[in-house]
T-cell receptor
Framework: GAGVSQTPSNKVTEKGKYVELRCDPI?????LYWYRQSLGQGPEFLIY????????DSGLPNDRFFAVRPEGSVSTLKIQRTERGDSAVYLC?????????????FGQGTRLTVV | AQSVTQLDSHVSVSEGTPVLLRCNYS??????LFWYVQHPNKGLQLLLK??????LVKGINGFEAEFKKSETSFHLTKPSAHMSDAAEYFC?????????????FGKGTKLSVIP
């Protein structure tokens, strides 16, 4: 596609429920990142994929959060037993290759609200 | 560990006057540095990046930034502000730690442009 696509754009869920957030990266991009942006803050790193494998999941806050990328393209961020503190904008980014100087292209995010 | 400090949470300038958004970084390795802009309800967009080449980096829309290793700074400037520059700006660092290429964001600087 032309850019990184995230669905849904908005998600409202009840506390304790399970949610899945989807990311379609730019075609051919091998690296994929998930970030979380709380109100008034900069994005915080969650997890980084190189191909199908999670190369760095050090940013996942706890074991309620999990992400997959089974075919090396689309990724799903999964949150179990959601809490009100999980409310934030979840951003996905992809890049052509890995490396600190490589530009990451961001999607518009999924705004998650836990009520 | 890497970190970024954006020295101003909010900057207000008059249209046609210079813009200065300040950023200091901390990195254990040779860093790559970026500035991203986020317009309301839009995705993050890369303005410019530094990756150990020229220390003065030119970006889109007339913005530029200078990498100063001795001051650990990467301030963003523009000679003349335009109304369309009003947005949130993020300074970002990524270092060359093996196996991980996560981006670390500052908390952001909101730029207001007064007509």
């Amino acid at each position: 596609g032309a850019g990184v696509s995230q669905t849904p754009s908005n998600k409202v869920t009840e506390k304790g429920k399970y949610v899945e957030l989807r990311c379609d990266p730019i075609s051919g991009h091998t690296a994929l990142y998930w970030y979380r942006q709380s109100l008034g803050q900069g994005p915080e790193f969650l997890i980084y994929f190189q191909g199908t494998g999670a190369a760095d999941d050090s940013g996942l806050p706890n074991d309620r959060f999990f992400a997959v990328r089974p075919e090396g393209s689309v990724s799903t961020l999964k949150i179990q037993r959601t809490e009100r503190g999980d409310s934030a904008v979840y951003l996905c980014a992809s890049s052509r290759d890995r490396g600190p100087g490589t530009e990451a292209f961001f999607g518009q995010g999924t705004r998650l609200t836990v009520v | 560990a890497q970190s970024v400090t954006q020295l101003d949470s909010h900057v207000s300038v008059s249209e046609g006057t210079p813009v200065l958004l300040r950023c200091n970084y901390s990195s254990s390795y040779s860093p790559s540095l970026f500035w991203y802009v986020q317009h309301p309800n839009k995705g993050l967009q890369l303005l410019l990046k530094y990756t150990s080449a020229a220390t003065l980096v030119k970006g889109i829309n007339g913005f530029e930034a200078e990498f100063k290793k001795s001051e650990t700074s990467f301030h963003l400037t523009k000679p003349s502000a335009h109304m369309s520059d009003a947005a949130e700006y993020f300074c970002v660092v990524s270092d060359r730690r093996a196996g991980s290429y996560q981006l670390t964001f500052g908390k952001g600087t909101k730029l207001s442009v007064i007509p």
